[in-house]
């Protein structure tokens, strides 16, 4: 489908507020998983796996890389019973160079090059050059020195520890001719794990001694570029992968765990690559961003989680990017002022 220009803003939209602080939105009200919906909509369950797994997404592509990383890229087995530099350099090199393929390409596509100039981009601010509140007084130096430092460090370290773990027989090992179905679902159900693990995980950022510690760091970004997307403090990096010490006692195989941990470090690239969609030659690519999160970036006291589970529909802080939730999140705003 050919992407025109966002049709003219309504009467209505111009005099918002809200709507001047966007360049572009998408459809709204932003809609979660209908999974947790009650009475359940069979269809729209289908319809929503359909659009986030079997479409061209980024999902998808992490989906495939997984299984590339696990049969080219991956040390063999045998190889990490111990902890030894070759296999463990071998691993970091590689997700260093996953890191800079998927974050440099998206940064140069969208920002150096600005090929699809500002359509389907969120925030019409450019990235902050020259400001002290950024490390090397750049937000893009900023974000990629605490994403190549620290970020693919704690990802590879996780990672290193978990093969160090199947190798030993230490983490529980699924084989696919043992246990088909599962193998499969498995698939399905990592991402609504993060899911509830991040909300509860970023409500604790949140906390503030945590939040002045770590999380601040990373909401140095108020607009936000694919760089931005795993920039955060040692701290925060350990908390949001230990996502994936759930496979220590839910029997998985090691390309789980591998896509497990690709989903949580380069979805967070292209979440917040800060458009909704790659367009090339005008067609819509692929899907990108996040608009959920985005307005997270921009407001703070709203969506903590991700659309995959309602935790923000349920605690009062969703905000599903029409006026009248506006409203609501500056109210919350005000009284969570009034309380502190
Ligand atoms: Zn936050
Ligand atoms: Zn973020």
Known sequence: MSVTEPAERSAEEASSRFAREWNWRPRRPVELSPLFVWPVRPLGVVKWFAASWFALTER??????????????????????????????????????????????????????????????YDGRDLVENHRGFTFRSQVLDNMFWTLASGVTVWTGFEVLLMWGYANGYVPYLTWQEHPVWFVLLFFAIPIWGSFHFYWIHRLLHWPPLYRLAHALHHRNTNIGPWSGMSMHPIEHVL??????????????????????????????????????????DRNAMRL????????????????????????????????GTDAANERIRERRRQLKAQS
């Not at 608009?291 to 605690?315: I, K, S, V």
């Open 60 to 121: 998808l592509v992490i989906l495939l890389l997984a299984f590339a990383t696990w049969f080219y890229l991956q040390p063999a087995l045998v190889r990490c019973v111990s902890f030894e530099i070759g296999w463990i350099a071998q691993m970091y090199a590689r997700n260093l160079g996953l890191m800079l393929l998927v974050a440099g390409g998206l940064h140069l596509y969208l920002y150096t090059f600005g090929k699809q100039g500002r359509r389907r981009k």
């Open 240 to 281: 949001y992968l230990s996502t994936g010490l759930v496979h220590w006692v839910v029997a998985s195989h090691p390309v789980h765990f591998l896509f497990h941990m690709q989903v949580k470090a380069l979805e967070a690239v292209s979440s917040h690559s800060g458009y909704e969609c790659l367009l090339v030659k």
């Open 289 to 320: 961003g996040d608009f959920f999160h985005q307005m997270h970036h921009r407001y703070f006291e709203c969506n903590y989680g991700t659309l995959e589970m309602p935790w923000d529909a349920w605690f009062g802080s969703f905000h599903d």
